[in-house]
């Protein structure tokens, strides 16, 4: 009975091995998708193909996907209010952009407008991830630095900017697929390549704000979150909150 008893128990703790090992695989695969939305996200984005990206990466079943980029000092929640303004506004805003360059380089014609003008560049990267899934796997949470550069046209010329953000994301599994769900962008600085972010604020010298774009769209929902931009006159802040473990997203705090 002993040798039997033993056996049994040698088995469940087995079991109870297995069992831990499979969840702490999933959570590394989980994790790896998670990383690769996001790179999509940056690789989309960087080619001006925000109804693709949209309609492949973002949630479509979730009634409150959101964006909220702090520049722009709103949120827009729901999938029309996104698609009214990262597709429908950027898709206006690109073809502005597009005339700009060709007062600028008459003797240069596009291929499509559908792409971004020649000249312009968009160009993000992704560092220091941190991603925390939750223990029923149908939610998880990540924030990333990102810096990059942008190429636009500015009185006349092409000009090149350094452009640093921060992104804090929910993602949710729609029919076993990992899902953006709420996205929100937190820009440190934005200054001329040839220019310090120190200088450009003193200078106070910076882009043209989206706002300021004819047909922007104003946002539908009021800001969930509170950022600055880099200022040599201000502690360096905490933010976006860093995600912590959780087992369900109830538990947690929303990005």
Do not use: C
Not at 8 to 21: A, K
Not at 92 to 118: A, H, W, Y
């Amino acid at each position: 009975m002993e040798t039997l008893d033993r056996k049994i128990s040698l088995l469940d703790e087995r079991l109870t091995f297995l069992e831990m090992e499979n969840k702490r695989l999933q959570k590394a695969n989980d994790i790896l998708e998670i990383q690769n939305i996001m790179s999509m996200h940056e690789y989309y984005h960087g080619a001006g193909k925000h109804k693709e990206e949209l309609d492949a990466i973002w949630a479509q079943q979730a009634a409150d996907v959101a964006f909220e980029e702090a520049a722009v000092h709103g949120r827009y929640v729901g999938l029309q209010a996104v698609r009214e303004f990262y597709v429908k506004f950027f898709g206006r805003f690109f073809k502005l952009i597009l005339e700009e360059t060709r007062i600028i380089f008459p003797q240069l014609k596009d291929e499509s407008e559908d792409e971004l003008p020649f000249g312009v560049q968009i160009l993000h990267t992704l560092t220091t991830p941190v991603i925390e899934v939750a223990e029923d796997g149908e939610t998880a949470k990540g924030v990333w630095l990102s810096p990059g550069h942008v190429t636009l046209p500015i009185n006349g010329r092409l000009q090149a900017y350094w452009h640093w953000d921060r992104y804090a994301v929910d993602f949710i599994k729609e029919f076993g697929k990992w899902k953006i769900w709420h996205f929100f962008v937190g820009k440190d600085f934005t200054t001329p390549y040839e220019k310090s972010w120190v200088n450009a604020v003193l200078d106070s010298e910076s882009p043209p704000q989206l706002e300021d774009v004819p047909g922007f769209p104003k946002p539908n929902a009021k800001s969930q979150h509170s950022y600055s931009e880099y200022s040599p006159f201000k502690v360096a802040e905490y933010k976006p909150r860093p995600p912590e473990p959780y087992s369900t997203f109830s538990e947690t705090f929303s990005y």
